[in-house]
């Protein structure tokens, strides 16, 4: 195209017809530009297509990983709740002269109680990588880049209170390897699975039942892990349940 539009400039000019010549001249220049416009939309394009598949991609791995957040939630929320009910059922007992239960029943109560660490351990690697690769921008729905943006703090939050959760786990844990006589509270509620000598002690962890700072710990312990469950968790599983819910919407919109 290029060759049959100077062919006939030469041609004109040879004829001596220099308006036409011009004429001719700027009508190549606009075909020229508007092939490099053309040239650059389709491009435009091609990213743009790129950038969708990409992000496609993404959603559905975010779509996995938080399907996994919510059910390791659901997890340590069902293991809290456990732990919450024996030591209630602790606290019913404490300070009695006259328990109603045996010493195997309370050594059973105190390691169900004390025994699982509650910590929240989600799967963030796709988040992680979205965000350390800086393709977080490539989130095309601004309310789920704003939920992943902030996803961090609210794990952060979460953490806070699993650590005043876990302070007072490990004073009673502490209490009673001072006070109570932990072989045999062991073997007692778990069984002597690892085949261990009996104790030769004859003192017995009960006694932890009139222990003012064992209540004191397990009344804390009590309530950081209700609000853990009430408040925190339960605010991070609507979180993720939201989240999903966006992802979700997104996915449904690239399979119309």
Known sequence: MIKFFRKIRQNLLSEGKTGKYFKYAIGEIILVVIGILIALQLNNL?????????????????????????KEV??????????????????????????????KAFDSLMYRTIMSEIQYRPSPGTLIE????????????????????SWDGVLTRVLFQEEEHSK?????????????????????ALGNRMDMPNSNFKSSS?????NLEYDN?????????????????????NNIIKTLKIIQSELNQRTD
Do not use: C
Not at 59 to 65: R, S, V
Not at 74 to 98: C, F, I, P, S, W
């Open 46 to 70: 091609n990213e743009i297509e790129k950038i969708n598949e990409t992000e496609h991609i993404y959603l559905n791995a975010l779509h996995d990983e938080f399907t996994n957040n919510l």
């Open 168 to 188: 007072p786990r490990y004073k009673l844990i502490d209490l009673m390897n001072k006070w109570g006589n932990g072989r045999k509270s062991f073997i007692n």
């Open 74 to 103: 659901e997890r340590v929320m069902k293991l809290n709740e456990q732990n919450l009910k024996t030591a209630h059922t602790l606290l019913g007992k404490m300070g009695t002269d006259n328990p109603d239960f045996t010493e």
């Open 217 to 237: 710990q397990l009344t804390f312990f009590f309530a950081t892990g209700t609000f853990l469950n009430s408040n925190y968790y339960s605010d991070l599983k």
């Open 130 to 149: 979205l965000i350390n690769s800086g393709n977080l921008g490539i989130i095309s729905n601004r309310e789920l880049r704003l939920k992943l943006a």
């Open 206 to 210: 009960i006694v932890l039942l009139k």
